[in-house]
């Protein structure tokens, strides 16, 4: 009995996995057919590209942090102000980001912040999904 039901189990398996192969988004699975976790994750289209982390980059630089509007109006104009700051609090590694309100940081400063705040985080045991909640 155990038998039929284990060649049930990967006969099922098999059909799920040619069904998704078939009529699933290329992307949101593996070519194997298992799911790719880290799409069904992320909301289609709220992906950061290395260009527009780039930009946020040069925005914190040029304008600061906290200066949402401008970096949108200048380099990012398809992402909220909302979508903007909860990117540099991913770039800063920290929750609340007002400590830095105003502040022009450079790519080091940045890098040197966040590992700082990962730190501090790891050690208070407040370090969750790459961002310290302070």
């Not at 992307?27 to 994750?41: D, T, V």
């Not at 980059?57 to 401008?70: A, N, T």
């Not at 979508?83 to 400590?99: G, P, V, Y």
Request: aromatic share 12%; net charge positive; charged share 35%.
């Amino acid at each position: 009995m155990e038998m039929i039901l284990d060649k049930r189990d990967r006969n099922r398996k098999k059909y799920i996995l040619e069904m998704r192969k078939t009529f699933s988004n290329k992307k949101s699975i593996h070519p194997n057919g298992e799911l790719n976790h880290k799409y069904l994750q992320t909301k289609v289209g709220q992906y950061w590209s290395f260009e527009e982390n780039n930009n946020l980059i040069r925005g914190i630089e040029e304008f600061g942090i906290g200066s949402w509007e401008e970096i949108k109006k200048k380099y990012l104009h398809n992402w909220t102000k909302t979508d903007i700051k909860l990117r540099s609090c991913l770039l800063l590694k920290c929750f609340n980001i007002d400590q830095y309100k105003e502040k022009k940081l450079s790519i080091h400063e940045i890098l040197f912040i966040a590992e700082k705040n990962k730190n501090i985080g790891i050690e208070l045991n407040k370090f969750k999904h790459g961002i310290f909640y302070n």
